[in-house]
């Protein structure tokens, strides 16, 4: 049976490095600012490019990093030597944080075989596998085509019309910012969440090894956070990007969802959204 896992094991990274068909990107990002393009010269999984979140995003919003028009994004993959029909795996360097946004952005504009390296670089380092340092060369340009899957993406009208109806809005932050007993990290937001979202912060899909649970120990932390079985699930987080790590949980149990692109920081930034805390 083929293997439809979105994630791949670093064993089987390790065994398929070298092969033309295969390409390697670091999607590191750090909510504390750390330069990690820094990090990606410091140590990196051989033939790996960068994939700047910030960079490969709408220019036109003040929202963090948004979904860039398709042709944006294209140019972007392009220019990093990226095709819609390579084998892509994409890693970071905190095991599994950005990664998973990554592999959404890239499965939502029509990539066809994008695997989350499961463990990230720290698991790759911990088991003593080669790495590269210094400037990476640069990639030969390739041609990605983009081919939007518009059912991916949630919009703030979307997530107004699932507070009344049968759609779960599954909230990846943590449980203090979730019930407003912390602020939020980016100034100016309110605290709190939506009205009937559930929360499930996305380190709670992640094993003792720094990677995600797989089979029933990944069923049984959805179903512990109340998220009813094949129930429509909306994903959300502080800006879209751990809201991926629920969306890719969900994809390993094979169920699609809906991520809200603009998640907290838009939502906690608008006067008339509705917000409650407990």
Known sequence: MPDTSPLISTADLAARL??????????????????ARADFETARIPGAVFFDLD?????????PHMLPSPEAF????????????DALVVYDTAGLFSAPRAW??????????????DGGLPRWRQE????????APSPLAARFQARVR???????????????????IVDARPAARFHGQTPEPRPGLRSG?????????????????????RGADLARVFAEAGVTPDGPVITSCGSGVTAAVLTLGLAEL???????????AEWGGRAETPVVTD
């Open 74 to 85: 294209a140019r972007s993959m392009s220019a990093l030597g990226l095709s819609d029909t």
């Open 150 to 168: 518009p059912n991916d993406v949630a919009d703030l009208p979307t997530v107004l019309a699932a507070l009344t109806g049968d759609i779960q």
């Open 128 to 135: 003593g596998r080669t790495l590269d340092a210094g400037p």
């Open 254 to 264: 094979g169920r699609d969802s809906q991520l809200y692109d603009g998640s907290w």
């Open 104 to 117: 959404w952005m890239l499965r939502h504009m029509g990539a066809s075989d994008v695997r989350v390296l």
């Open 18 to 35: 070298g092969d033309p068909s295969l390409k390697i990107i670091d999607a590191s990002w750090h909510l504390d600012g750390r330069d």
């Open 55 to 63: 960079a490969v995003s709408d220019p036109d919003t003040d929202l």
């Open 193 to 213: 969440h939506m009205p009937g979202a559930l929360n499930l912060p996305f380190k709670a899909l992640l094993n003792d090894q720094g990677g995600m649970k």
